[in-house]
């Protein structure tokens, strides 16, 4: 199973980005997919998450300017940002958890990179 993210650049603050994960390979069930973000020096927090039923989950740093969905047919996850600030700059990360031929397990995608600055 792999994921891979896209959609993170530079944005100024104020500013908006979609940020987009698609998971492949062999699988029978995708259960919760969801964001993950890293900034230097810090841990890794969540951001959201969302499970296949479309319940979605937030962290309070992001509530009312991020929102997460997903696709289950494209089996995609969507973290949109929106009023981004400086303090959001992170490696964004995309985390499945995933029933596959080889069992039940968490996977992580690469990461893709969000800059705030003006």
């Known amino acids: 199973v792999q994921l891979v993210e896209s959609g993170g650049g530079l944005v100024q603050p104020g500013g908006s980005l979609r940020l987009s994960c698609v998971a492949s390979g062999t699988f029978f069930v995708i259960n919760r997919m969801g964001w993950y973000r890293q900034a230097p020096g810090n841990q890794r927090e969540l951001v959201g998450s969302?499970?296949?039923?479309?319940?979605?989950k937030l962290s309070d740093s992001v509530e009312g300017r991020f929102s997460v969905a997903r696709d289950n047919a494209e089996n995609t996850v969507y973290l949109q940002m929106t009023n981004l600030e400086p303090e959001d700059t992170a490696v964004y990360y995309c985390?499945?958890?995933?029933?596959?031929?080889?069992?039940?397990?968490?996977?992580w995608g690469p990461g893709t990179q969000v800059t705030v600055s003006s």
């Open positions: 985390n499945a958890d995933v029933i596959a031929p080889e069992g039940y397990d968490e996977y």
């Open positions: 969302v499970t296949s039923g479309g319940t979605t």
